[in-house]
């Protein structure tokens, strides 16, 4: 008979006795807070595709390192569930469960091979931000930022570094995000990397859409810098047979990361014989330019999420969750798009604009021209084009989404 496996859904801070069945999704790094126990993250997942969060304390974190393992499918009995403080909850009524002695784990894994990593080879990632599979990959370093702090609207500060990996696979260095804890637990290891060209395993990574399709870390995220196996060994030895390619990646990547603003204005018959083929998702281009077919006709707008402006049909101003990007807090908000042709002296191109760019341009709000289209008052619209069109711009232009997902070339 097989066993009653209560669902995550049901457990509450008042279940005692209990039998699940979970998958370990995720399991973050060890960390430190001040005053506080040390602690690991874990996510588990059920059958039925509900999550819960879970958590280690102190010597347990060593004590239970072999007992749950990402990937690991796991008969989960009679663990303490806490409730989550509320400044720690992603959504209402947060439960998490405690791993310690009172727990009973038994694994149900039977291919040992799936707990270790899943090295995909960059050619075949699936080039969607919003797939939620945790990727693995094994790569050769060519290239590391320096750390970089972007503010979120919030006022609060991510430290991020990007570091380029590349493989036998994929003709392109591949951007690997790394954020915040995983940066700061692996600083040293990153600022020894630019001296040559390691083979290295970053593993549990996901899919973003930050400056084009690039992977990013999340809590699980764990770096092998002497990773071992055949796949290791072969690309080792690939990397050896090919240092003039890796050079070459690494003193383009060298080139763009240097750029400033004093960055000289591109024609736009240079930009026109550019193909997909020899333009990186990277680069940027400083165009001067006037934008004669500005106009209402060209203007359009939606409503979309706050987090990832994908079109919704929630009302304006409406907090939902987002089913693309995940966010339980999105708001929909008004997403204008802006699709011009740009001219100079040698040329013309098509060009489009999103959001802020749009808002800056015609000197507008987007809630305001939302408002504006919505009670059909193309007048003060109108206006704006107007003197849009009459102006010179400078513009800075980079490959959409669309080349390192489809290698397809277009500007944004």
């Known amino acids: 008979m097989k066993p009653e496996y209560k669902p995550l859904k049901e457990l509450n801070d008042k279940t005692l006795k209990y039998k699940t069945k979970v998958k370990v999704i995720h399991k973050s790094s060890p960390q430190q807070s001040p005053n506080k126990p040390r602690y690991q993250r874990l996510l ?43 400044q720690h909850a992603s959504k209402p009524n947060e439960y998490s469960i405690i791993i310690n002695a009172r727990a009973q784990i038994s694994p149900l894994t039977t291919d040992a091979t799936a707990l270790g990593p899943q090295y995909q080879a960059f050619a075949t990632i699936p080039r969607d931000p919003f797939n939620t599979e945790l990727i693995d990959v094994l790569g050769v370093v060519i290239y590391v930022t320096a750390p970089k702090a972007i503010y979120r609207s919030q006022g609060i500060e991510d430290s991020v570094r990007e570091i380029y990996l590349t493989d036998h696979s994929y003709d392109r260095p591949f951007t690997v995000s790394l954020w915040n804890d995983i940066l700061r637990t692996h600083e040293e290891t990153l600022n020894s990397w630019p001296d040559s060209f390691n083979v290295v395993g970053v593993l549990a990574l996901t899919g ?63 930009i026109n014989r550019k193909r997909a083929s020899n333009t990186w998702q ?62 100079d002296d040698s040329g013309s191109m098509a060009l489009t604009f999103f959001a802020k760019e749009v808002e800056y341009l015609v000197g507008i709000p987007c809630i305001e021209m939302w408002k504006l289209k919505e009670n059909d008052n193309d007048e003060v619209l109108a206006e704006k084009m107007f003197s849009l069109r009459q102006k010179n711009v400078t513009i800075e232009i980079g490959p959409t989404l669309a080349l390192s997902t489809s290698r397809v070339l277009n500007w944004t």
């Open 44 to 86: 588990f997942k059920d059958d039925e595709g509900f999550t819960m969060k879970g958590a280690l304390f102190d010597s347990d974190i060593e004590k239970y390192a072999e007992a749950l393992e990402r990937n690991g499918e796991y008969e989960l009995s009679n663990a303490m569930i806490s409730a989550v403080p509320p």
């Open 208 to 270: 973003r859409s930050y400056k084009g399709f690039t992977l990013s870390s999340t809590m699980s995220t764990r770096i092998i810098t002497n990773p071992e196996g055949e796949k290791a060994d072969a690309l080792r030895a690939w990397a050896t047979n090919h240092q003039n390619i890796l050079t070459d990646h690494r003193s383009k990547l060298a080139e763009i990361h240097s750029s400033t603003t004093t960055t000289p204005v591109t024609k736009i018959e240079e």
């Open 282 to 343: 990277e680069e940027r281009f400083n165009l001067k330019v006037t934008l004669p077919t500005a106009s209402t006709e060209n203007l359009r707008l939606y409503l979309g999420c706050s987090k990832c402006g994908r079109r919704t049909n929630e009302t304006i101003d409406t907090t939902f969750t987002c089913t693309f990007c995940n966010v339980q807090s999105a708001k929909s908000e008004p997403r204008p798009i802006l699709k011009v042709d740009a001219v």
